[in-house]
């Protein structure tokens, strides 16, 4: 078995910042990569190097023996490098950028040719987002939700009001009947009874809306599950049924009539959207690139 001078550094890393998420963040890797690289150098030498505890790594005496012994040599090359290495000016960052699809159709598409840096987008769910930008797969998240994980940092920028739409010929007359008279009972009956378009993640926005106004649960399944809002969008666009989605996605839609606002709910559900980022990067500048044309479309469409 041979050793990797990475491994020296990352252990290196853990030693000076006591945690093996601060190492990776220092390290620009992720955090499975210096767990990786420390079980590695474990092997290799034979001994525990730190007893881990729940909040800190604490070196063992093999460990201190061994830093002590290494940190001039890592030093040394660690300045060789930086003297040595020549930056080609054509050189581009990657920055890799969680969110929902349709925000990054709403927002970012059309601005990604304009870049000048290399941009990774990721689709998925939030709670894996946020252990991504942790252990430093990714950069920047568009979020609803904020985690815990101390090494990362949140900054509200906008909200988004969830509401109840409906297709252009869609009949409205008993809902905004059963709306002008507050009659929630019946308001509630005249939905059920009629058709409801959802994707697979945004039925949590149909079950809060009607936790929220109804005071219960959905008793009832959508017709119709399809793959993003936009689909949802394109399908009740001069048709006919409802839907529960967030106000900014259709915003265009219902300036140009093609579907219908049916009600924001008794007491409007809102979600605060938050740039999630980790607290130490050395893309700082990209990232508030890409932040300012979030920041930009929301202000443009929503004031």
Known sequence: MQSNFEWFRTFKAIYETGTLSAAAQQLFISQPGVSLHLNSLEAYTGYKLFDRSARKMVPTEKGKILYNFILEPIQKLAAAEQHFHKRADKDRATISIGMCFETFQYTLEEHVSDLDFNLIIKFGDYKLMHQDLDNGLLDLVITPQKSTHKNLCYHPFSK????????????????????????????????????????????????????????????????????????????????????????FLCQEALNSGKIKLVWQGEKPLENTLYFGSRKNTIYEKEIEQLQQIFVDKWCKDLG
């Open 160 to 247: 988004e009001r969830i509401i109840l739409i409906a297709g252009n010929n869609t009949d409205l007359t008993s809902i905004e009947k059963s709306l002008n008279h507050k009659d929630y009972k019946a308001l509630k009956n005249d939905l059920k009874n009629n058709l409801w378009y959802s994707t697979a993640a945004d039925i949590e926005h149909l079950k809060h809306f009607w936790m929220e106004n109804f005071k219960e649960h959905p008793d009832f399944k959508p017709n119709y599950i399809v793959p993003n809002i936009s689909s949802i969008i394109r399908c009740l666009s001069d048709g006919n049924g409802f839907s529960i989605v967030p106000d």
